[in-house]
Nanobody
Framework: QLQLVESGGGLVQPGGSLTLSCKTS????????IGWFRQAPGREREGVSC????????NYADPSKARFTISRDNAQNTVTLQMNNLTPEDSGIYYC????????????????WGQGTQVTVSS
């Protein structure tokens, strides 16, 4: 069974950047699509970005502005989410999740989840 552990969250000022990491273990990463999701207090969970197991990426948060970049290193069992020009609306708990199929912005399609890492964007 795949395990996922997120890291890299923290407090950052508006306009700043953060890099989140999702470290996987227990199975082969290249068998899974990995999605990043976030949830803010009082709001529904939403998809942020996704890395397809066969290659390619999907961006759900601000796709036209390309503030978020997802990448994966299968050899290191790690998926990274680079977040730039952050705003307070980006605050929340960020989760990575794994799916044996493709990407989907609906987290209900994902089988395995990490515990999350807190991102706070505030001055």
């Amino acid at each position: 069974q795949l395990q996922l552990v997120e890291s890299g969250g923290g407090l950052v000022q508006p306009g700043g950047s953060l890099t989140l990491s999702c470290k996987t273990s227990g199975d082969t990463l290249n068998m899974y699509s990995i999605g990043w999701f976030r949830q803010a207090p009082g709001r529904e969970r939403e998809g942020v970005s996704c890395s397809l197991r066969a290659g390619g990426t999907m961006n759900y948060a601000d796709p036209s502005k390309a503030r978020f970049t997802i990448s994966r290193d299968n050899a290191q069992n790690t998926v990274t989410l680079q977040m730039n020009n952050l705003t307070p609306e980006d605050s929340g708990i960020y989760y990575c999740a794994a799916n044996r199929g493709g990407c989907n912005r609906d987290g209900a399609w994902f089988e395995y989840w990490g515990q999350g890492t807190q991102v706070t964007v505030s001055s």
